[in-house]
């Protein structure tokens, strides 16, 4: 009995798990050792048809959604978050123009996005403007019918590996937050460049990575909804991606989980397998009770998304807030569990640990989802009335 997901979901959930068991696991900790980006995984993943998953029907894609992605992307992520992040980064970079592009925007971006041959990023971040997402001083000056970009990103998943970028800049910085602006930017354009690629505790295998752009000059029909919709464009788009970002981290505590179980299963220590004794029965029983709420909140709340479900925003902020919490927890007892073998890099559980943190980072901090719900429950109530 399946009460949440349909014959289509499921599907989606083998392949993705029968690709990450043959074609990453493999392969996860050269990527994670060397910070390689993935290409030939991603090159498989567009064969398989998992970019289509996301994509509506009309532009080549399944149609499944934000639970379709979500998905893909814990599967993935059960395996290696890294490698995973290729895909969910495409999604997240997506999203601005799924939720706000015009039918001409779709029917050029959307096809490619959907066959794998391009992906996607989604260009926020900057240095002063973290958190306080809305302190972008990327300008975007009007020259005519077109906008010259001028500004550093920072921070950029998939950087310098997608071809199609969502970027905020501001139009009008006297207008403040006013003035941002949502322009989708093509890798290769003239006055677009890569700056530094980070060293990262964790995520290795995704490619973070600086956008400069120096004059570059995009134009007129490249902004998504209008001018000075910037800051909404990002907002409503990170409703949508962080049940995504729950779903990776969901990934990575199902991952150490099933490690942990194993390892247990097999490890002697007095004369017994060490799943014999209470205090590790306890810890694992904590790590069960933990993903399977986890999973529950993330699956109903990705059907209530793409159901046309009103609080999103509060919604998303909460599936990020507690899957990503969870994947800290399990992540971390797992090496526990591990012991002296959880701390060394010939098992897989510490790679989980580090790719666990950024969940509870990017995206937006735990601690900014805190603030997002809390003024959502001041404003709307306590109850998420058309959830269930
Ligand atoms: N959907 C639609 N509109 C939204 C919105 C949402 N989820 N959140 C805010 N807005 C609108 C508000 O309604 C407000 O509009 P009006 O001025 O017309 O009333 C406007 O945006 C400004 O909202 P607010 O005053 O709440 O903005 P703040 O600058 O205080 O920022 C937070 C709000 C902190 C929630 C926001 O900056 C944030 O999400 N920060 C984290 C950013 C992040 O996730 N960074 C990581 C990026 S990784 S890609």
Do not use: W
């Amino acid at each position: 009995m399946h009460l949440l997901l349909s014959g289509e979901l499921l599907e989606v959930k083998n392949l993705s798990r029968q690709i990450a068991e043959e074609k990453i696991k493999p392969v996860r900790e050269e990527y994670d050792e060397q910070a390689k980006f993935p290409k030939e995984i991603m090159e498989y993943l567009a064969k398989s048809d998992l970019f289509r998953v996301f994509i509506p029907e009309e532009y080549d894609g399944m149609g499944l959604g934000i639970t379709g992605m979500s998905i893909a992307t814990e599967e993935l992520s059960r395996v290696c978050a890294g490698i995973a992040l290729g895909y969910a980064g495409t999604g997240l970079g997506t999203m601005p123009i799924i939720l706000f592009g015009n039918e001409e925007q779709k029917k050029k971006y959307l096809p490619q996005i959907a066959s794998g041959e391009k992906l996607a990023a989604f260009g926020l971040t900057e240095a002063e403007a973290g958190s306080d997402a809305s302190n972008i001083k990327t300008v975007a000056k009007k020259d005519g019918d077109f906008y010259r970009i001028t500004g550093t990103k920072q921070f950029i998943t998939n950087g310098e590996v997608a071809d199609i970028y969502v970027i905020i800049a501001n139009v009008n910085p006297e207008r403040g937050i006013r003035g941002l602006t949502a322009f989708i930017v093509e890798k290769g354009e003239k006055g677009f460049t890569f700056g530094k690629h980070e060293n990262k505790m964790g995520i290795r295998a995704s490619a973070t990575v600086e956008l400069v752009f120096d004059d570059c000059k995009v134009p007129k029909e490249n902004i998504l909804l209008s001018e000075g919709q910037g800051f909404k464009v990002a907002m409503k788009t990170l409703d949508y991606s962080r049940i995504g970002v729950g779903a990776q981290a969901l990934g990575i505590a199902q991952g150490a989980y099933e490690e942990s179980v194993n390892y247990a299963s097999q490890r002697v220590q007095f004369g017994q397998k060490i799943i014999t004794f209470q205090m590790i029965q306890n810890i694992i029983a904590n790590m069960a009770i933990k993903i399977e709420a986890a999973r529950s909140l993330t699956y109903i709340s990705a059907k209530y998304v793409d159901g046309g479900g009103k609080d999103i925003a509060r919604v998303g902020s909460m599936v990020k807030t507690f899957c990503s919490d969870v994947a800290m927890e399990v992540t971390t007892d797992a090496v526990q569990v591990f012991g002296g073998y959880g701390y060394i890099k010939e098992y897989p559980v510490e790679k989980m640990m580090r790719d666990a943190k950024i969940t509870q980072i990017y995206e937006g901090t735990n601690q900014i989802q805190r603030l997002v719900i809390a003024q959502e429950i001041i404003k709307r109530g306590c109850e998420i009335t058309d959830m269930y």
